[in-house]
């Protein structure tokens, strides 16, 4: 399943599929950016960190993808799981600000049985 | 030590009544961050300490909202005559200074002004 930035801000898949939850961030001068996943009741959680520098970083399951060109992050889950069902943002820093984040609005991710 | 803890989990109270909340962060973590969050949004910054020294403070931050840090360990956030627009979720967080992974949140506190 995949969404387009932020218009849509629900995506569905079915478990064992990937996921790609896209982001357009606004600032070209952001050069760190970061995935938070936000279970209900709780803050968000760190997922996975790039810098400008790159363009592809992975971890355990996920993979974040930057194209500084068009100011477009995606963050790609594979093999989807029921205990990936949360909210996904996507944050931009600058090292200039002492790391303050501008924050995406965030898509609901489900994943269906 | 269990994360950044944030006290209370759950606030409603009156409008025109102040309220503090505190923040307990990860003990070694130097750096310390205030976010509002709003239903469907994500986090909007308020401020952020470094030690005891409150080093940045966004405009959402009115002259109703004081953030204290006062030995450079936990944290308060005070808001002053309470309005309905102040409901919201306050989350802290808490890093190290040049720290990768970016920051750890607390589970925030729930403001609900009546």
């Known amino acids: 399943g995949e969404n387009v930035g932020l218009h849509l801000p629900t995506l569905s898949v079915q478990e064992g599929d990937n996921s790609i939850i896209n982001c357009a961030y606004s600032?070209?001068?952001?050069?760190?950016f970061i995935w938070y996943k936000q279970e209900s009741g709780k803050g968000p959680q760190f997922i996975i960190d790039i810098r400008s520098n790159m363009d592809k970083r992975q971890g355990q399951r996920v993979t974040v993808l930057l194209n500084k060109t068009v100011k477009h992050l995606s963050l790609q889950i594979a093999a989807t799981q029921p205990g990936d069902s949360a909210v996904y943002f996507c944050a931009e820093g600058s090292s200039g600000s002492a790391r303050q984040l501008t924050f995406g609005s965030g898509t609901q991710l489900t994943v269906l049985p | 030590d269990t994360g950044v803890s944030q006290d209370p989990r759950h606030k409603i109270t009156k409008r025109g009544q102040n309220v503090t909340f505190r923040c307990d962060p990860i003990?070694?973590?130097?750096?310390l961050y205030w976010y509002r969050q709003t239903l469907g949004q994500g986090p909007e910054f308020l401020t952020y300490?470094?030690?005891?020294?409150?080093?940045?403070k966004s405009r959402l931050l009115s002259d109703r909202f004081s953030a204290e840090r006062p030995k450079g360990s936990f944290s308060t956030l005070e808001i002053q005559r309470t309005e309905q627009g102040d409901s919201a979720m306050y989350l802290c967080?808490?890093?190290?200074?040049?720290?990768?992974?970016?920051?750890?949140f607390g589970s925030g506190t729930r403001l609900t002004v009546v």
């Open positions: 300490f470094q030690n005891e020294a409150q080093l940045e």
């Open positions: 967080a808490s890093s190290l200074v040049r720290a990768r992974g970016g920051y750890t």
């Open positions: 003990s070694e973590h130097n750096r």
């Open positions: 600032n070209s001068a952001s050069d760190y």
